[in-house]
């Protein structure tokens, strides 16, 4: 993965860190509306449980044109969608495309024991928050 400011992103770095508890991993694309207005949810969920250990990640694959995600992509997802509290990467090589093709995809993981406890395919919010609050009680 590559940052919005076009420095490599490792998840090692979350999980080594000792404050994470969750790792919400989120997968779209510009295209993807759904992908889009889940954003205040994420923003709000960082806002909420971030003190807590969660720790939000949004990954773009692709472009409005369904190509590849750039650094550029990246860039105008957290300018655009977000305010700042949460990375924003390009997935360039769609490594999280193995999940499946029904977008948004989040993948809610146990940091401690960095497994991921439940895909969540779909515009599916309280889904996701309960499996997040769930893991941070």
């Not at 490599?8 to 779209?28: E, I, N």
């Not at 995809?105 to 395919?121: G, H, P, R, S, Y």
Request: overall charge negative; proline content about 3%; charged content about 30%.
């Amino acid at each position: 993965f590559v940052d919005s400011a076009g420095k490599d992103f490792s998840l090692d770095k979350v999980y080594q860190d000792g404050t994470t508890r969750v790792v919400l991993l989120s997968s779209g694309a510009e295209w993807c509306t759904p992908c889009i207005e889940e954003q205040d949810d994420l923003k709000d969920w960082v806002q909420r449980y971030g003190d807590k250990g969660l720790e939000v990640i949004m990954t773009i694959f692709e472009d409005s044109e369904n190509n590849p995600a750039t650094v550029s992509n990246a860039k105008n997802w957290k300018d655009n969608h977000t305010d700042g509290s949460y990375h924003v990467l390009a997935d360039s090589g769609q490594k999280l495309g193995v999940y499946g093709d029904t977008f948004p995809l989040n993948l809610i993981i146990d940091a401690c024991t960095m497994k991921i406890t439940e895909i969540v395919k779909g515009a599916a919010p309280f889904r996701i928050e309960d499996e997040s609050v769930r893991l941070l009680d």
